[in-house]
């Protein structure tokens, strides 16, 4: 099946540097892919990369160095990404990301001034697009945000605001919901039925999900593919961090 | 059923929705702008107001834009003309002799006998109109406050007013009535005088010299024009020694004697002299011969045969559409006998022939005599334009050419130097006025005064206005301006930097949510509008504060200084057109003041931001 369909994402021959006063980080990403409904773990300690691999799935980050770098926006042909960077073209990047992509933050990252429907319905509005009213009351009702839509982020359980969060994300139908420590600031119960909410809904949606954690546990028996870093010191100075799928989880 | 990403419309959305969610500082930042604002407009306001009212005053004041001259010239009809197309000049009307202009008003039941100042006016006199009075038209007068008060008389009543001149040592007057239709507020002087219409005006100028008004029943002379000629050619029966030739122009007016050949004579006069007889051409070179330089000469031949003739050479008349050079002559039975010329029906040459019916009179060439008795047209141009009369036809001529009467000619000369029109109902020709002895000119605005003054000055007219006074509320203004553009420089200062301060710290404030706008499809260029649309919205805001603060403050200083204040008139005061052109102001300065947080918003990087706490 894997092989057959398009890959949302695929990502081979990156290469990543980073430079702070003396210390050089180098992330390698030799091969990375995400088919449409599938939901890819990236794991790993705190300062291995995965954060920096996921500015650059997010577009945020220019990658150093990349043989193949695509996005799939499901509608039109496949993105040449590279191509973009090399191009600066700064407008396609954030279209792309506003048409094609969901984004959950570690806290949520809500606008504190706008409501929770202000914050919801703004990726459909600026995709163009009103989000039907049927469409958020059933999104809402299964996320267990049905009643906070009126109020203002900052009211909100931090629980709830991870979840309005995913709703933000997956409401104006993404393709590809980028996923960073969703669960970081919650407990270990709640943070697993966000887990599996998420992983429910991509699948239902055949929405490609990228989750960045550093719970192990959490996510090896819910995501179907899961990539992990190889962190090598070379010298004083320099740490190279290579990006590898597990292969406990390739089912 | 996909409508086109409005990003650009989710910006000031989102903008207003920021500063809706810090109300507070809002708020603050509001009141700021507005208590800079605010304060601006009321200095505007108090400068614009104060000075409005100051030149209002002025303005309202037809004094003070008044321009009098102040010595007595005449100004040739075509001068008002001119200068009444000057731009600025709002009425312009010729004005006599001061002294021509003193009437007497027959004193009413308990008002003094006085004299009074006649002064013309003419329709748009904004003396009179913004004085609260009509202008006069024929048979009327308006009088100022103090020649009611003399005389007695109210508005709607009548007075008579009675002109007096002495002619030949002998005292004459006239009285003519007039309707009082209104009096003048005290404002427009404290001086007795008496407005009425120029014709009136003129009619009693004229009389006070000595010459009648016809249609008011007003005797006196005719204004004649006097016959004026080239030269006289003197026919002797013998000639002169040299020597009493030149003792013949001694004191005479005429400056040189030259014998004249026959050919000449026959040119002027279309005759030869006969046989045995001596010619003379007495000429005054670039001047001019009159009756009383003939009458000179005249004297000195007493006692010779002879006949002195005067010529105007080079008069061209139109008869009955055909130009023609007629033979000016007027000579005697006697004259007529010596010279073997048929005489002519109005007789000799007496210099100034009575406008009785003999001058307008034409011998036509017997060859092409139409039937006596009728009239032939004729007209002339001089200087004033073509002259148009008629002409009795007397009879005919042997002579080659038409023979009119030497001092038509003579009158038709001085019409080329001097301005003579022809009455078709008295058959008369008159001199026209030269022109008018001063005028009364009032500028459109006080404004216009200065410019007016000095263009009448350049021109050698000597003036006076109330410059001054305009001048200093000039000088105010400008003060007022310099320092409401000093203070406005401050207030901008102040006003910009905290908006620039306020703008750059909430874009500080909310880096990470500009992050996540960014992760969430907006490119830089939109969130460069975020600070921008605050901007514009802080400054609509603080400008709408602002004008309600001025609103009051005006309201305020206007109810305090009600008492110095006319009704409609007040201290603080911004025109209508003002508002848009300060709002637009303000409004790009904000866009400008954040453009600083603009360039701050575009440089945030989500990747750093995003994981903030």
């Known amino acids: 099946m894997a092989a057959t369909a398009t890959p949302m994402v695929s990502l081979e021959g990156l290469v990543k540097v980073r430079s702070q006063s003396e210390s050089v980080f180098e992330l390698h990403v030799p091969r990375f892919a995400v088919l449409p409904g599938q939901m ?34 499901g509608s039109g042909p496949v993105c040449d990404v590279a191509a973009l960077w090399q191009r600066e073209d700064e407008g396609a990047l954030a279209r792309l990301r506003r048409d094609s992509f969901g984004y959950v933050l570690q806290t949520g990252g809500l606008l504190p001034f706008l409501s929770v429907r202000g914050n919801v319905r703004l990726p459909g509005r600026l995709k163009g697009e009103e989000i039907p009213p049927e469409r958020l009351e059933t999104l809402s009702r299964r996320l267990g ?53 998420m992983r429910h809904l991509a699948r239902d949606e055949g929405v490609a999900v990228v989750v960045v954690t550093h719970d192990v546990d959490l996510v090896m028996d819910r995501a179907d593919r899961a990539y992990t870093f190889a962190t090598e010191e070379i010298d004083g100075q320099t740490t190279r961090s290579v990006c590898r799928p597990l292969p406990e989880s390739s089912s | 059923m996909r409508a086109p990403p409005r990003p650009w419309r989710q910006i000031p959305a989102l903008a207003a929705s920021h500063l809706c969610h810090e109300w507070i500082l809002t708020l603050c930042l509001v009141v700021a702008l507005a208590a800079v604002i605010s304060p601006l407009l009321v200095l505007l306001g108090l400068k614009y107001g104060t000075i409005q009212t100051l030149r209002e005053r002025l303005v309202e004041d037809p004094v003070f834009r008044e321009i009098r001259p102040t010595q007595t010239r005449e100004f040739a009809p075509p001068w008002f003309d001119e200068v009444s197309s ?99 507020d005290p404002r427009a002087g404290s001086l007795a005088r008496v407005y009425a219409p120029l014709s009136f005006v003129l009619d009693v100028e004229a009389y006070k010299e000595g010459y009648g008004a016809p249609g008011r029943g007003w005797a006196g002379q005719t204004p004649d024009p006097y016959a004026s000629f080239d030269g006289a050619v003197l026919l002797l029966s013998e000639p002169l020694f040299p020597i009493a030739r030149t003792g013949l122009i001694i004191n005479t007016g005429f400056g040189r004697i030259a014998e004249m050949s026959g050919e000449t004579v026959h040119e002027l006069f279309g005759f030869l002299p006969p046989g045995g007889f001596a010619a003379y051409d007495l000429s005054a070179p670039g001047a001019s011969i009159t009756t009383s330089n003939l009458q000179a000469v005249g004297q000195k031949l007493r006692g010779r045969d002879r006949v002195l003739l005067p010529y105007v050479r080079g008069i061209e008349l139109m008869l009955q559409g055909q130009a023609l050079h007629p033979i000016g002559l007027s000579l005697d039975a006697d004259q007529g006998a010596l010279l073997q010329v048929e005489p002519l029906p109005w007789g000799g040459s007496r210099g100034n022939l009575p406008q009785d019916g003999r001058l307008l009179q034409v011998l036509a060439p017997a060859s092409q005599a139409p039937a006596k008795g009728g009239t032939v047209a004729a007209s002339f141009t001089g ?103 000093l203070i406005s420089l401050l207030s901008l200062f102040g006003g910009t930097s905290v908006l620039v301060s306020s703008l750059y710290a909430a874009v500080e404030r909310r880096r990470r949510d500009l992050g996540v706008l960014r992760l969430l499809g907006f490119a830089r260029r939109h969130v460069f509008f975020f600070p921008v649309a605050q901007g514009l919205i802080i400054s609509a805001l603080g400008l709408a504060a602002g004008f309600a603060g001025y609103g009051i403050l005006a309201l305020a200083i206007n109810r305090a200084f009600a008492s110095e204040l006319a009704p409609g008139e007040a201290f603080c005061f911004l025109p209508a057109s003002y508002i848009p052109l300060f709002s637009m102001a303000t409004i790009f300065l904000a866009a400008l003041a954040s453009l600083v947080a603009a360039w701050r918003a575009t440089c945030i990087d989500p990747a750093e931001v995003i994981r903030e706490q």
């Not at chain 2, 009088?143 to 009543?157: F, I, N």
């Not at chain 2, 021109?459 to 001054?468: D, H, L, S, Y």
């Open chain 2, 383 to 485: 200087m004033e334009g073509e002259l148009a009369f008629k002409l009795h036809l007397s009879g005919s001529t042997s002579l080659a050419r038409p023979v009119v009467p030497v001092e038509l000619l003579g009158i038709l000369r001085t019409a080329t130097q001097r301005k003579v029109l022809f009455d078709p109902n008295t058959e008369r020709f008159q001199m026209a006025r030269g022109g008018y002895r001063g005028f009364r000119l009032y500028a459109r605005s006080i404004d216009d005064v200065p410019a007016l003054y000095e263009k009448l000055k350049t021109q050698g007219v000597e003036v006076m206005a109330e410059v001054e006074a305009i001048e200093r509320i000039r000088t105010l203004d400008r003060g007022l301006s310099r320092l409401f553009w």
């Open chain 1, 40 to 73: 890819v773990a990236v794991v790993g300690e705190s300062g291995c990369g995965k954060s920096t691999l996921l500015d650059i799935l997010a577009l945020v980050m220019a990658p150093t160095r990349v043989a193949r770098f695509q996005i799939d926006p």
């Open chain 1, 145 to 197: 945000v049905a009643g906070c839509l009126e109020r203002m982020p900052l009211s909100l359980s931090i629980g709830q605001r991870q979840r309005v969060a995913i709703l933000r994300a997956l409401a104006h139908r993404p393709r590809l919901l980028l996923a960073d420590e969703p669960t970081a600031a919650v407990d270990q119960n709640r943070a697993r039925t966000i887990m599996e909410d």
């Open chain 2, 86 to 184: 000057w731009p600025g000049v709002a009425f312009l009307t010729p004005t006599i002799l001061p002294l021509s202009s003193v009437i007497h008003v027959v004193p009413r039941d308990g008002g003094k006998n006085g004299l009074f100042d006649l002064i013309p006016t003419a329709p748009g006199d904004p003396l009179l109109l913004e004085n609260g009075a009509p202008v006069p038209v024929e048979g009327e007068a308006v009088v100022t406050a103090e020649a009611a008060k003399r005389s007695g008389c109210q508005a709607g009543g009548e007075m008579t007013v009675r002109v007096s001149r002495s002619r030949g040592g002998r005292s004459e007057q006239v009285e003519a009535r007039l309707k009082v239709v209104s009096v003048l």
